[in-house]
């Protein structure tokens, strides 16, 4: 017998991760270095990337592990982190998520591997259940214009504070912050009012407005409803004292407890903000979580963040898109109203769909039974001599126990439950949808006033709510039926799963989106998300309880330090715009401590994405563009010239590298050193560091202050539109200027930094895992080996398209970097046929279309990633060069310009259906290739092309009424 043997050893490897992650294997680049003319990715990326700021060193990273054991390693992790029943409230509660939702949303590929709903026709699914979420915030707030999420509630409240300035009529004075709002809140609307002159002012608002503050001028109010004890007071005379002294009102309100209380809107507020986490979605450490903000109508158009609304297709039928575009800061730039573009769209739908799933009564009985709890608990409290602060709350007890409050805390703990220490004097003990009985027990045995829990019933028996009679809300809310039909698991899931069919994600094919980089998700990175023990933190829990996870923050924190170059790296900021403003505040800072605050002059290419001047707007700074030269480069004699004309205000240069062309440009460290000299700082926008990790290092080639995007480069998953995580990274010098935050002092540098940018002291942390087990999995080799094949991707694309597209942009040796823009401008100018004709065919074919019009209009911007294969890569292309073809049956005459397959895509059933006057076929419609394989794996979507500019004509941004969609259905 022939010894058959392989050493053990060798076979205990397993298939390295790289390889799963990696699309094409070994043949497949070989066939692709062919294409692009390399013997090797070596020599490729020697060619591509500038020698200047090559480094030679391998990272210095953990050896990669293979799948079962970076779990193992995982597991380790999430077994010192240590889960207590948590009563600490202060916006962040237990929550049972319906395992139906768990599964077949936040589990699921569909869902949250799919894009920001920028191309509609393919997006109906997450579009509607956008619009269930917008319906349960306008309804509960009683404000009829609610938008699709915003970062957390701490930034939500800072934008209504931005947009109290913008629309009130009060322009000066104070913005009035009651003393009774949560303190991260206070905290984050400190840091944004700073650099944008605002002057913050906290008090007690109880009494009314004080005389001072009317002294002064108030343009806008915050109050917190319930407060941050636990309070419920009628906010009504306050809301008319600030609206007689021109002050816009908002009310930072709990969506549970509006199921029992007067809404907002009804109390007369202008805005509420708030967040949605305790429908359904895990406290995760802080995060990721849905803000959300609703608005009075006259509002509406200022909303920061998306909206999505009601508009119809071509065939009239009514069809979901994302309303007034035009405002984004992608379009608006330093005329921006906000920053904001990544949100946090899969949470949104998970709390949408909590409420689907529960209804309005269901809430309520949540509400009702959360509300009895505390009841109950405050009565045990007082009967056993413990005072009670309030008479009227919601969810949240404040007890007062003078000296006392640091010892009950500590006996709470002991028996497994954290409460809250308010001060040396006060406790806070909040109840939600998960507390029992039990709970309630121990709580009562650490404040010494322990009772038999099986009298339960009858102090329950004589203990009246403590919601205030006048407060009662009395209204209808989630009337809409699709509140009322998903009731039951088996609806549920259903609903669920028609509405994810009706999507693409990345579930069925490419999403080739430049500058996003939408590459694999693995579902090994993704299962310790929902792991109890990184899902039920609170983020406010004692540092021992989280070791697990306060050591893979360190870790992630150090092994992103090495890939970057950089000396620290703060993981606070939850999505890129975010890390941008922390990045812009830091140097903002660097430049007073060294006695020059008169440096504002934030120099941004014209080419840059539009959230670089929305945030340096929002740090305070002035914009200035800088020109892009003929080759798409930064035009470097306009750069000196600006440079020398702002030398003495000049803070920094906010570029992206490689370029937004996709270009790695040539002179980035002469750029650099340039701005240097003039005493500027280089802020490098790190969104496409997918073309760096392993071969350059931005803090090494002259940059001193990055963004990434974990969601991005680092594999978090886009979940619609977020969540996402923008990590700030920067050198030395700035490190004392990163953000930190009140209530957990070690998650920034010492003296607190610039303070927080987001409500929760690490931001997103349930989502970190997802990056820390990609750096495990990959190894430094892993990385750059992915980076290369990124690069190798976009490379054979631009050579394969380029004798049907031009290629507008290419860096050294006529290569591109990991992306590249098509240029379909000459043909529009020939056939007429336009950008947008291009991207909705592309649906016919089966693929998510590129990045449309950024960074420049009428072009195509197609980033492919390292794990895309090469038979998708030439199915992609096979796509791109049929469609050229069509291009030109246009411009011949063959077709005529309105009745062709381009303008008429995408192609649905109900058009197959119907007559059919065009003068193409059917197949030629929906199976243009008629391969085997289009067939079995076609994507149909679900309306035509949609009429953006009807929708915003016509607003309409909550479920519409039923029968719109029954007269359509035939
Ligand atoms: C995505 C992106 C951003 C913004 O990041 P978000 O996470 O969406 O806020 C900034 N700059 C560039 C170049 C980007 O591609």
């Known amino acids: 017998m022939t010894d058959r043997r392989i050493p053990l050893s060798a076979l205990e490897q397993g298939t390295p991760f790289a390889a799963r992650h990696i699309g094409p294997d070994a043949r497949d680049r070989a066939k692709m270095l062919a294409q692009v003319g390399f013997g090797s990715l070596d020599d490729l990326t020697a060619a591509a990337v500038p020698e200047s700021i090559r480094t030679t060193e391998a990272l210095r990273l953990p050896e990669a592990r293979d799948e079962a054991g970076v779990l193992a390693e995982l597991r380790g992790l999430a077994a010192r982190n240590t889960v207590l029943r948590s009563m600490i409230g202060l916006g962040y509660h237990g929550t049972f998520t319906p395992p139906v939702i768990l599964r077949n949303v936040l589990e699921n590929p569909a869902w949250y591997t799919a894009y920001t709903p920028y191309q509609p026709e393919i997006s ?362 998903h009731r039951s698991e088996t609806a549920m899931l259903r609903y669920l799963r028609r509405l994810a069919d009706r999507d693409y994600a990345l579930d069925r094919g490419m999403i080739p989106l430049g500058s996003c980089t939408m590459k694999l998700n693995a579902t090994v990175e993704m299962e310790p998300v929902t792991w109890p023990e990184f899902a039920e933190l609170h983020p406010f829990a004692p540092a021992d309880q989280a070791e697990g996870y306060l050591s893979m923050i360190r870790e992630l924190e150090e092994r992103l330090a090495e890939i970057t170059g950089y000396d620290r790296v703060s993981l606070q900021p939850n999505a890129g715009s975010q890390g941008e403003l922390a990045g812009l505040l830091a140097v903002r800072a660097h430049h007073r401590a060294t006695g020059q605050p008169g440096r504002n002059v934030c120099l941004i290419p014209s080419s840059a994405h539009g959230t670089n001047a929305a945030s340096a707007v929002m740090a305070g700074m002035r914009v200035v563009v800088v020109a892009t030269g003929e080759n798409g480069d930064v035009d470097a004699d306009d750069l000196r010239a600006k440079i020398e004309k702002h030398a003495d205000e000049l803070a920094v240069l906010m570029v992206t590298y490689p370029s937004t062309h996709g270009v790695f440009e040539e002179d980035i460290a002469g750029i650099c050193a340039a701005v240097h000299d003039a005493g500027g700082q280089v802020y490098v926008d790190g969104a496409n560091l997918n073309a760096l990790v392993g071969l350059a290092r931005p803090g090494r080639f002259g940059a001193d202050v990055s963004h990434l995007n974990l969601h991005k480069t680092f594999c978090i998953p886009h979940g619609g539109g977020g969540p996402g995580v923008g990590p700030v990274a920067v050198r030395s010098h700035l490190a004392p200027y990163l953000p930190g935050h009140p209530l957990q002092p070690t998650a920034g540098p010492a003296g607190g930094g610039i303070g927080p940018v987001a409500a929760a002291p690490w931001g997103s942390a349930g989502i970190l895992p997802i990056s820390w087990a990609y750096l495990r999995l990959m190894g430094a080799e892993g990385l750059r080996r992915a980076t290369q094949v990124a690069v190798l991707g976009a490379n054979y694309i631009a050579k394969r398209l380029e004798a049907h597209y031009p290629v507008l942009y290419t860096g050294p040796g006529g290569l591109v970097a990991h992306e590249c823009i098509i240029d379909v401008r000459p043909l529009t100018r020939a056939t007429g046929v336009s950008i947008d004709d291009v991207a909705k065919r592309l649906i016919d074919y089966g693929f998510h279309a590129p990045t449309m019009s950024f960074p420049v209009a009428g072009t195509l911007m197609i980033e492919p990633t390292e794990s895309e294969n090469l038979a998708e890569l030439d199915r992609f292309c096979d796509a791109m060069i049929a469609i050229r073809a069509e291009i030109d049956r246009v411009g011949s005459g063959e077709w005529p310009k309105d009745d062709n397959p381009l303008a008429n895509a995408p192609h649905t059933t109900a058009q197959l259906s119907g007559e059919w006057p065009h003068p193409y076929t059917r197949q030629q419609a929906v199976f243009p290739t008629g391969t085997r394989e289009e067939r079995d794996g076609k994507y149909w979507p679900p309306v035509r092309r949609i009429d953006g500019a009807f929708g915003d004509r016509n607003l309409v941004c909550s479920c519409p009424p039923v029968a719109e969609h029954a007269d359509h259905a035939g």
Not at 247 to 258: I, N, R, S
Not at 319 to 333: D, G, M, P, V
Not at 365 to 387: D, F, Q, S
């Open 124 to 485: 109906q699914g997450r579009l509607e259940a956008l619009l269930n979420f917008q319906t349960v915030v306008s309804d509960l707030t009683g404000l009829p214009t609610a938008g699709a999420s915003l970062l957390d509630e701490a930034t939500a409240a800072a934008e209504a504070m931005a947009l109290s300035r913008r629309v009130g009529k009060v322009k000066e004075g104070v913005f009035l912050v009651d003393a009774d709002c949560l303190p991260q809140t206070v905290a984050v609307v400190r840091t944004r009012a700073e650099p944008t002159g605002v002057e913050v002012m906290v008090a007690d608002l109880s009494g009314g407005i004080p005389d001072e503050a009317a002294e002064r001028g108030v343009f806008g109010v915050l109050v917190q409803y319930p407060g941050a004890s636990g309070a419920v007071r009628d906010l009504r005379g306050l809301v008319d004292r600030a609206h007689d002294l021109g002050a816009v009102v908002t009310v930072a309100a709990d969506l549970l407890a509006l199921t029992l209380l007067t809404s907002p809107g009804e109390l007369g507020a202008d805005i509420a903000v708030g967040t949605s986490q305790r429908f359904g979605v895990p406290m995760g450490f802080g995060g990721p979580h849905a803000g959300y903000m609703a608005v009075r109508d006259s509002f509406a158009r200022s909303l920061p963040g998306r909206l999505v609304g009601v508009s119809r297709d071509a065939d009239g039928a009514p069809a979901y898109r994302l309303a007034l575009q035009t405002r984004e800061q992608h379009i608006r730039r330093e005329k921006a109203t906000s920053n904001i573009c990544t949100a946090q769209v899969l949470l949104a739908v998970m709390a949408g769909m909590y409420a689907v799933y529960h209804g309005p009564d269901g809430l309520a009985a949540i509400a009702r039974r959360t509300h009895r709890y505390a009841a109950l608990l405050a009565a045990g409290l007082r009967e056993a001599g413990v005072e009670v602060v309030h008479d009227a709350f919601f969810d949240t007890v404040t007890a007062r126990v003078p000296g006392r409050a640091a010892e009950v805390v500590a006996a709470a703990r002991a028996a497994g439950v954290n409460l809250w220490q308010a001060d040396a004097d006060h406790v806070g003990v909040t109840c939600d949808e998960t507390t029992g009985r039990g709970d309630l027990a121990a709580v009562w045995s650490a404040f010494g006033a322990a009772r038999d829990a099986s009298d339960l019933d009858a102090l329950d028996a004589r203990t009246p709510d403590a919601l205030p009679e006048g407060l009662l809300r009395h209204d209808a809310y989630l009337t809409h039926p699709v509140f009322h039909r």
